[in-house]
Structures are given as structure tokens and as C-alpha cells.
Antibody
């Protein structure tokens, strides 16, 4: 059974860089059949796509966040990562990683999510 | 940019009664390959989203058949034929292609 697990600091100071990793187990991240993505959810609000990455390193970002986001992939460790720079309180959210399967063209596996709070 | 609009924002339902959620997109979701990439996700309280239905009407394995999806082009509907207590949560429609994922704002299903 495929599992995704987010990890990283739960508290980040304003203006600093938020860094999270998503470790994939039960399957390989180095596959041409999937995209790997990040989605966030501010407390009490809806879902917002941050960006996605292919196993070859091709990336796509939400235009509203593009200037601050970097997503990378480490196939040797079966994980992918998110960096969001110059964070503010508005970036406080639960951050989810997810897999998009080309067969169904929708995110079919999600991590449990990790809450990141931006505060001094 | 595609925008997905869901109605209603909240749907109080009596147990055993049906519920219906509408999702409308600002552009046709029919892809050049002929498929329509419209999905429905369920998010129970305190849980991550869970895929229920993909490509308008295909239920994921393990999803009860009381959930059904329909629609075409820009207008889509999720129906729950008889709401059960475990169906409480927020439902999102979403459109995903490899290069972008777009979510509706969500519809909260709650028990009256």
C-alpha cells in the first residue's frame, strides 16, 4: 500500500523559508506514471494547489506562488520536497503531499498533512 | 485560469435523505484527448482529502455506490443517494491535468 508522509518544522518565522519533505513508501517515486504534488489548506479554509513535479524534475507551480516556490525530487531517497520562501502568517496551513496518477489524472494518494505555523 | 464554483456552500441533510452538490467551471473541462478530468474528493473532519470519483462518474474502489457523479462540459454534480453519518465532511470538486490542479471551494455536508 502506497504511503506518503510529510515531514519538517511545524513553526517557521516570518520572512524565513518553509521547508518540507514528502517520503513515499510502498512504491517508487521514479516512475513515468505519476506526478507528485503539494497542496495546502489554511485553517478552516479550502484546498490550494502549490505545485507539482515529475520524476525527471519537470515542475509546474501555482502562478500565485511561483515566485516563492521550489519543488525538487530525490529519487534515490524516494522523496520530494517543497521550499516556500519569504513566508508570512498567510502561509500558515496544513501542507499535504499527494500523487497524481496519469491513469486517472487526479490525485489518488495523499499524505496525512503537516501543520506549519508562521509566527515569531 | 479555470475557476471551479460549488453550490451550495453548506448542505444540512437528514440522515437517509439525498444530498446533491453542484460544480461549475468557467471553461469546458473536456481535454483534447476526449476525456473530462473532473474529480470529487471527500474530506472528513481532521482527515486528508480522499478521492471518491474521477473522470466525472468513476467511483474509486471501496467507495459506496450511494455516491454518484454526473455531468459534462462545465456542469457537474455529485449525489449521495442516502446520507449516512460517516458522510459528514467537506466535498471538493477538482480539475487536474499534469500541469495544474484546480479545486472548488468546497461544500460542507452536515446532519440536520
Amino acid at each position: 500500500q502506497l504511503q506518503l508522509q510529510e515531514s519538517g518544522p511545524g513553526l517557521v518565522k516570518p520572512s524565513e523559508t518553509l521547508s518540507l519533505a514528502c517520503t513515499v513508501s510502498g512504491g517508487t517515486i521514479d516512475s513515468s506514471s505519476f506526478f507528485w504534488g503539494w497542496v495546502r489548506q489554511p485553517p478552516g479554509k479550502g484546498l490550494e494547489w502549490i505545485g507539482s513535479i515529475y520524476h525527471r524534475g519537470n515542475t509546474f507551480y501555482n502562478p500565485s506562488l511561483k515566485s516563492r516556490v521550489t519543488i525538487s525530487i530525490d529519487t534515490s531517497n524516494n522523496q520530494f520536497s517543497l521550499k516556500l520562501s519569504s513566508v508570512t502568517a498567510a502561509d500558515t496551513a496544513v501542507y499535504y503531499c499527494a500523487r497524481l496518477d496519469f491513469g486517472v489524472v487526479t490525485p489518488d494518494y495523499w499524505g496525512q498533512g503537516t501543520l506549519v505555523t508562521v509566527s515569531s | 485560469e479555470i475557476v471551479m464554483t460549488q453550490t451550495p456552500l453548506s448542505s444540512p441533510v437528514t440522515l437517509g435523505q439525498p444530498a446533491s452538490i453542484s460544480c461549475r467551471s468557467t471553461q469546458s473541462l473536456v481535454h483534447s484527448d476526449g476525456n473530462t478530468y473532473l474529480s470529487w474528493l471527500q474530506q472528513r473532519p481532521g482527515q486528508p482529502p480522499r478521492l471518491l470519483i474521477y473522470q466525472i462518474s468513476n467511483r474509486v474502489s471501496g467507495v459506496p455506490d450511494r455516491f454518484s457523479g454526473s455531468g459534462a462540459g462545465t456542469d457537474f454534480t455529485l449525489k449521495i443517494s442516502r446520507v449516512e453519518a460517516e458522510d459528514v465532511g467537506v466535498y471538493y470538486c477538482m480539475h487536474a491535468i499534469q500541469s495544474t490542479w484546480t479545486f472548488g471551494h468546497g461544500t460542507k455536508v452536515e446532519i440536520k
